[in-house]
T-cell receptor
C-alpha cells in the first residue's frame, strides 16, 4: 500500500505570494492533518480534516487554510507569504476509526522557502 | 506553554546497549501517546504508541512505558543499533468520550539519538 504523498517536495516563493500544497493520504484513510516544522518552534499542528470538514485547528493565522476533497485528498493554502513561513510542511493521515486510538502516518513533507 | 517536553536534547549510546528516551506532559486530557523517528528533511516515521489504559506496550526492540500519575513516558530501544540514530519525537493526543483519538498531535522538541558502533 502506498504511503502518504505530498507535492511538490520543494518550493521557493517570494514574500506576498500565495502557495498551495497537496497531500494524498494512504488509501482508506479518512483523516488528514497538517503540521509545520521549523527549527525554532518544532512540529506544530495546523489543522485536521475529516469527511471534507475541518475538525480541529491549531493556533495559526487565517492566512493558513485548507480543504479536503471527497476522495480524502487535501490541500493547504498559505496566502500573503511571510519570511517566517519558511518551513517543512508535513501532512499525516489516519484511518480515524471511531472508538479507536488512531496512529498518524506522515508524508515526506514539502520544503517551502520564502525569499 | 509546552505541553509535551523532551528534556534531553541529545543522547549518545553504544551499539548493543539500551537507549532510553524520556518524555513528560502536563495536559491531563492527553489519552494517547506516540513515538516517531525522524531524519532531516523527511517526514516522521511512526514507531510505537500507547493508550492511557495501558502502562506498557512492546513491539520488537521498542518498548514504551507510561506512568500516568507522573505524567511521564519513556521509549526503550534494546539492543540499540547504529541505524537507530535519528531524532525521536514524543507526541500526544486527546480522545473523545467514545475513545476516538483526535487528529491533533502535540509534539515534544525531540531528542537526537546517536548510536556508536
Amino acid at each position: 500500500k502506498a504511503g502518504v504523498t505530498q507535492t511538490p517536495r520543494y518550493l521557493i516563493k517570494t514574500r506576498g505570494q500565495q502557495v498551495t500544497l497537496s497531500c494524498s493520504p494512504i488509501s482508506g484513510h479518512r483523516s488528514v492533518s497538517w503540521y509545520q516544522q521549523t527549527p525554532g518552534q518544532g512540529l506544530q499542528f495546523l489543522f485536521e480534516y475529516f469527511s471534507e470538514t475541518q475538525r480541529n485547528k491549531g493556533n495559526f493565522p487565517g492566512r493558513f487554510s485548507g480543504r479536503q476533497f471527497s476522495n480524502s485528498r487535501s490541500e493547504m493554502n498559505v496566502s500573503t507569504l511571510e519570511l517566517g513561513d519558511s518551513a517543512l510542511y508535513l501532512c499525516a493521515s489516519s484511518l480515524a476509526v471511531w472508538g479507536h486510538r488512531n496512529e498518524q502516518f506522515f508524508g515526506p513533507g514539502t520544503r517551502l522557502t520564502v525569499l | 506553554d509546552q505541553q509535551v517536553k523532551q528534556n534531553s536534547p541529545s543522547l549518545s549510546v553504544q551499539e548493543g546497549r539500551i537507549s532510553i528516551l524520556n518524555c513528560d506532559y502536563t495536559n491531563s486530557m492527553f489519552d494517547y501517546f506516540l513515538w516517531y523517528k525522524k531524519y532531516p528533511a523527511e517526514g516522521p516515521t511512526f514507531l510505537i504508541s500507547i493508550s492511557s489504559i495501558k502502562d506498557k506496550n512492546e513491539d520488537g526492540r521498542f518498548t514504551v512505558f507510561l506512568n500516568k500519575s507522573a505524567k511521564h513516558l519513556s521509549l526503550h530501544i534494546v539492543p540499540s543499533q547504529p541505524g537507530d540514530s535519528a531524532v525521536y519525537f514524543c507526541a500526544a493526543s486527546e480522545a473523545n468520550a467514545g475513545g476516538t483519538s483526535y487528529g491533533k498531535l502535540t509534539f515534544g522538541q525531540g531528542t537526537i539519538l546517536t548510536v556508536h558502533p
